[in-house]
């Protein structure tokens, strides 16, 4: 395993080290693959957008004058590229706008009540990424670096270069979203 | 504390960004305020079921890694291949203009360069010196001054040829030697011709 610090590949992917950047891009691959997971909503896109952000990155090296870290970079390309990815495929224009009163799967799967508390938690499972994918896309942007990269609202907000009380209240009202589509399966497995 | 202050500060807590000062007013609302309790235990729950499964196998990750593989390897190809062009380009751009540069001097010469012919330069003063020169005709020493003039404006106008190559014409031992008969015979008619007009200026 390669055990070089990052700021060394860095500096050598910088100066055209197309093997550096691999290994900056293995280190990295999870998590650019979880953002884009998030964003893109299924595996196959998730696959070309983190494949593109990573080609966009080794274009890019040659200016990353470390201002920031290495991460914080590329976690700024994932979301610039996931943001156009979007805008291309055009889903945000086709979703049908969002009711925060309706419940999630409400139009499409049916929720069976009664089951057991196993079935009941991957049934929230899947009704938590429905509602997660349904949200305006700035605040499942957030979503995806707070909680399932777990970065702090600080370095989140220094990804999407806004004040982290911006950062902040997105989080609060996508939360706020989530519990008000999701309430009727959080009480039934509660129940 | 109000439930919508407090339900923001569960949001800052869940994510890390609640001010430690602000905790205390927040446990404290929450032993009062059963909705808000609700309302944390939905937060903790949604936070938790969230987590995206790791479900990629080995092989996933090493398909992944190999097709990025091919498409830095083409980029840089294509990088390689695209400056060498670009400098073509560049160099032909500089060729194009230093030749626009070129054409363009050659074309202002053309139009604007100075008229040293001498019989042109003299045409637009020829109305103005005529009576000058008829009056230095009858005073000697005005005659001496047009004179000095005249030939110092054709000196400045048409510069005469240097001394040097002046010298080396006439010189030139060789250039009786070479003219035929005929030429040497035109040349005595016009010497001759001078000579009945008074000789030469």
Known sequence: ?191 | MRCATARKRLSDALGGALRPGRKPGVEAHLKVCESCRSYRDGLARIQAGAALPDAHPPEFWAAFERGLERKLAAAEAGRATVVPALAVRRRFAWAAAAAMVLAGAGIWYGLFRPQTAVTEAWVPYEDVLAPLVQAAEADPELAAIVDREVRAAIDEIDPAPDADSVALSAADPLFWEGLTDNELKDILTELEDEARRGGPL
């Open chain 1, 1 to 191: 395993m390669d055990e070089r610090p990052e700021e060394l590949l860095v500096e050598e992917a910088r100066k055209g080290g197309r093997e550096a950047f691999a290994e900056l891009a293995r280190r990295h691959e999870r998590r650019v693959h979880g953002v884009a997971l998030r964003m893109a909503g299924n595996v196959s896109d998730a696959d070309d957008l983190a494949q593109e952000v990573f080609l966009t990155a080794w274009k890019a090296i040659g200016s990353f004058r470390g201002g920031s870290s290495f991460y914080t970079w590329l976690y700024r390309i994932a979301v610039n590229t996931s943001l156009t990815f979007l805008k291309k495929r055009g889903r945000e224009k086709d979703r049908a706008p969002f009711d925060e009163n309706l419940p999630a799967g409400a139009a499409g799967r049916g929720f069976s009540r009664g089951p057991e508390a196993g079935a009941a938690m991957s049934e929230l499972a899947a009704r938590i990424a429905e509602a997660v994918a349904a949200l305006p896309v700035h605040f499942r942007v957030a979503f995806a670096l707070v909680v399932d990269q777990g970065l702090s609202h600080a370095a989140a907000a220094r990804v999407l270069g806004c004040p982290e009380n911006t950062v902040s209240w997105r989080m609060h009202k996508a939360r706020k979203i989530l519990q008000a589509r999701l309430k009727p399966y959080i009480e039934e497995v509660r129940s």
